[in-house]
């Protein structure tokens, strides 16, 4: 219980300091060293937040977490994709660069899905199925409350 309520305060915390962010500061006019510190306080709010919701116990978080470690690394290294679609124009692409562009990221999501599916039963040694089931729940959860405290600090002019 008394790592739920840990859990709980470090999510608080990462919300509060969300809230004293400087909103006329865009991600472009932040330093390195500002974009690194504000990335470890998501990973922290994070970590607090699906400790919190998988109910992991202190023997669980202990294995849970060096898997999920890893777990994210590979799924970031497959989500590496080249920027074509995102950064070029798509009314001057040729419709095979297009055609490449969408079997490329069609290639992207399909490693994302085997490393899901390589983790199913690393997690199911460390987990309970119904923990894993919460555990993807809880990342879009997340992601989603992420969004929307960035969206709500964001300057008016900005949006």
Do not use: C
Request: charged fraction near 30%.
């Amino acid at each position: 219980m008394k790592f739920k309520n840990f859990a709980f305060l470090m999510f608080l915390i990462f919300t509060s300091a969300l809230t004293q962010a400087q909103p006329s500061r865009g991600f472009k006019e932040q330093t390195d060293q500002q974009r690194q510190e504000r990335m470890e306080k998501i990973k922290n709010a994070k970590i607090a937040y699906l400790t919190d919701k998988l109910q992991l116990t202190t023997e669980q978080a202990q294995k849970f977490w060096p898997v999920y470690n890893a777990y994210e690394a590979e799924r970031r290294q497959a989500r590496v994709k080249p920027r074509l679609m995102k950064e070029a124009n798509l009314e001057t692409m040729s419709d095979t660069q297009l055609r490449e562009a969408i079997t490329e990221m069609h290639n992207v999501r399909q490693n994302e899905l085997n490393v899901e599916k390589q983790y199913v039963d690393k997690f199911l040694k460390v987990i309970s199925v119904k923990q894993l089931a919460t555990l993807y729940r809880s990342e879009r959860e997340f992601t989603r409350v992420l969004l929307k405290k960035l969206d709500n600090h964001r300057p008016m002019g900005s949006r």
